[in-house]
């Protein structure tokens, strides 16, 4: 089982739908989650850093952190077709050289006008 | 506020071959990690650095060699190019004594043929 799973999608939506998008992780210790958003030929950018459970909003996004059930999400509201990327999750256990940062595979999103 | 720049963005070259790769941190961040990324995976880490010092290096064979400058600029070095090297390298500075989240570049894209 790997460390960190995320589903590959593709996930397709049209215009202004609600997007969330998921990953699951086997390590309790992680405290710190991040989601990346890269676009076609780009680095990831990252969209939101979050620690520990609990709730983050920036805008359109937020992210959201289960830490009972060893789940992450990401919602992105009125999505826009700017939003097509692929995100990526990644989570740490905490202080450390970025060895230890795991990340997911991504999950690939279309937004269609 | 410029972010990580690399330095170049395409490079080919061909098996066997020796490559540098360059990359600027961001202005204040003493850190800076290289990862390569495979078409449909997440990226993969290959070394961090902090204040010229090496603080993680993961799987990568003894072919891969980075090193940090005065001004935190960094240097990724691959000797004896093989096929399996073509990839997106991309270089991520951090802040924070370097446990910060990572800001990636927009990477470099090698193919060995």
């Known amino acids: 089982q790997k460390e960190v799973e995320q589903d590959p999608g593709p996930l397709s939506v049209p215009e202004g739908a609600i997007v969330s998008l998921n990953c699951t992780y086997s390590?309790?210790?992680?405290?710190?989650f991040m989601w990346y958003r890269q676009y076609s030929r780009k680095g990831p950018e990252l969209l939101m850093y979050t620690y520990s459970s609990g709730n983050k909003e920036d805008g359109r996004f937020t992210a959201q952190v289960d830490k009972s059930s060893k789940y992450i999400s990401l919602f992105i509201r009125d999505s826009q077709p700017s939003d097509s990327a692929t995100y990526l999750c990644a989570m740490r256990a905490g202080a450390g050289n970025n060895r230890k940062l795991i990340w997911g595979l991504g999950t690939s999103l279309a937004v269609n006008p | 506020d410029a972010g990580v720049t690399q330095s170049p963005t395409h490079l080919i070259k061909t098996r066997g071959q020796h490559v540098t790769l360059r990359c600027s941190p961001i202005?204040?961040?003493?850190?800076v990690s290289w990862y390569q990324q495979v078409l449909g995976q997440g990226p993969q880490f290959i070394f961090q650095y902090y204040e010229k010092e090496e603080r993680g290096r993961g799987n990568f064979p003894d072919r891969f060699s980075a090193r940090q400058f005065p001004n935190y600029s960094s240097e990724l070095n691959v000797n004896a190019l093989l096929l399996g090297d073509s990839a997106l390298y991309l270089c991520?500075?951090?802040?924070?004594?370097?446990?910060?989240?990572?800001?990636f570049g927009n990477g470099t894209r090698l193919t060995v043929t």
């Open positions: 991520a500075s951090s802040s924070g004594g370097g446990y910060g989240p990572l800001h």
């Open positions: 390590n309790s210790a992680f405290q710190y």
């Open positions: 202005s204040g961040h003493k850190s």
